[in-house]
């Protein structure tokens, strides 16, 4: 993913890609954020008014794989690894440089994250519940049938633009984590130079189309940031070592 800084215009643009299905950016289908999103084979179905973008948002990468990764942009995260800004956090930068937001902005939210008991943040909040087993049948075989329900938050900025944030087990270690999502419509993005609107037509191989950050949009993100500093202890510590680097540089 290419995030680029149009400093003339004011403007940050972050290039989407619409056909791959399996990264941390997926088009979905549902009529409101109280549906079950499913996938949109985007090169078979044309995009329409119900199509949306998810996004699994991340703020930092390993410093060697970016750009970015000047000395004076890495941190030592949580885990230990040895990281940079990366997404959401480099759209923050971005922003500071365009004046969307100010110095004073960094420093209240750090305030702010920092305000909470360890327990109060969301992964020591919420909990995945499971359901005493019940007999079931199926096809003349008897089974033990249980439910596990994964807690989901939703926090909507605007009409159908959302955050999802949903409490999984972890995949390569013990306990759980909290997983981040940026859904937006597929309709708000700007389709590249001599190419068509996106709605009523299905995707080009390897199409990609911009999502565009304004000063209009921008507290969108900010309050993204705000969010990943109250998912979990560890997060909180990568935002803060984030903001440190932000407002030294």
């Known amino acids: 993913m290419e995030i680029l800084c149009d400093f003339a215009n004011k403007i940050i643009n972050i290039e989407i890609p619409l056909t791959q299905h399996t990264g941390k950016i997926r088009i979905k289908e ?12 985007t090169r078979q179905k044309q995009f329409d008014i119900r199509h ?14 970016q750009l970015i990764s000047q000395k004076n942009f890495c941190f030592f995260g949580a885990n230990g690894n040895y990281k940079t800004l990366y997404e959401l956090s480099e759209i923050i930068f971005y ?13 209240e939210l750090q305030k702010s994250i ?3 008991n360890d327990n109060c943040l969301i992964e020591s909040v919420l909990k995945i519940e499971k359901e005493n087993f019940v007999c079931e049948k199926i096809c003349n075989i008897d089974f033990y049938a249980s439910k596990v329900k994964y807690p989901l938050l939703v926090k909507e900025f605007t009409q159908d633009y959302i955050s999802e944030i949903i409490i999984r ?4 270690a013990i306990g759980i984590q909290a997983m981040l999502y940026y859904c937006f419509p597929v309709g708000s993005l ?3 130079p001599n190419t068509p609107p996106l709605i009523g037509r299905i995707a080009e191989r390897n199409e990609t189309a911009i999502l565009q950050i304004s000063k209009n949009n921008f507290h969108i993100f900010f309050e993204i940031l705000k969010i990943f500093g109250i998912l979990s202890i560890q997060h909180r510590y ?3 070592q984030i903001l440190e680097i932000i407002l030294k540089n």
């Open 30 to 41: 549902r009529n409101t954020f109280e549906c079950y999103g499913m996938p949109v084979a």
């Open 52 to 65: 949306y973008v998810e996004w699994q948002i991340g703020y930092d990468t390993t410093a060697v794989n």
């Open 95 to 107: 922003g500071y440089k365009l004046n969307f937001i100010h110095q004073n902005d960094l420093i």
């Open 114 to 116: 920092n305000l909470y």
């Open 169 to 172: 087990e972890r995949q390569y």
């Open 190 to 192: 700007i389709p590249q």
């Open 238 to 240: 990568d935002i803060n």
